[in-house]
């Protein structure tokens, strides 16, 4: 079956750099996508990959490895508003190219 | 911000009862989803649309249906709504199935269910 970890929870200091991890387990993988939440918010795109390596997007930066079925986002000079849940999420062809999505991870930042 | 709009925001409801919840985009997009999210879990997919009157089942479908009679409108039913369905309930659109597929969120519906 399909299958998604990432650490429940994870507390960085502000302006320090910080990694969340996200291992997949599907079939026909398609893509690793990140998205993040606020509390009391609605989901929205970080970023998306599909092939081996960094994307990078101003202070966040998204990495995959297709051959360990393992991908991070990481974000750089923390503040106060990166506060949120972060979730991976993968489109595989065991679910029909529909998106998959890990439990997500709560980022506390401590000034 | 992409267009979309859920309704109700917020409903409370007893055990039973039918629970209509609509989402209208905006956007034209082709794809519509249906999601419920709940502590402890990510985001469920339970039905989804990708043209008008083309419907398919998510992983979490039993309970609910769905309608897309209109390109910007998808409503979601709960014939006989259970306390199990007490959730966050989330509209998502996208233009596309490949390539990113970013998906574009309403601000969510809040759903009790006593």
């Known amino acids: 079956g399909q299958s998604l970890e990432q650490p429940s929870e994870v507390t960085a200091v502000e302006g320090a750099i910080v990694q969340i991890n996200c291992t997949y387990q599907t079939s026909g993988f398609y893509g690793l996508s990140w998205y993040q939440q606020h509390d009391g918010g609605a989901p929205t795109f970080l970023s998306y990959?599909?092939l081996d390596g960094l994307e990078e997007t101003g202070r966040f930066s998204s990495f995959l490895s297709r051959s360990d079925s393992y991908g991070y986002l990481l974000l750089q000079e923390l503040q106060m508003k990166d506060s949120a849940s972060y979730f991976c999420a993968v489109r595989a062809m065991d679910s029909n190219y529909q998106l998959i999505w890990g439990a997500g991870t709560k980022l506390i930042i401590k000034p | 911000d992409a267009g979309i709009t859920q309704s109700p925001r917020h409903k409370v409801t007893e055990t039973g009862t039918p629970v209509t919840l609509r989402c209208h985009q905006t956007?034209?997009?082709?794809?519509m989803y249906w999601y419920r999210q709940d502590p402890g879990h990510g985001l469920r997919l339970i039905h989804y649309?990708?043209?008008?009157?083309?419907?398919d089942k998510g992983e979490v479908s039993d309970g609910y249906s769905v309608s897309r009679s209109k390109t910007e409108d998808f409503l979601l039913t709960l014939e006989s709504a259970t306390s199990s369905q007490t959730s966050v309930y989330f509209c998502a659109i996208s233009s596309q199935l490949g390539g990113t597929g970013e998906l574009f969120f309403g601000e969510g519906s809040r759903l009790t269910v006593l």
């Open positions: 956007e034209n997009h082709r794809y």
């Open positions: 649309s990708y043209g008008v009157k083309d419907t």
């Open positions: 990959n599909a």
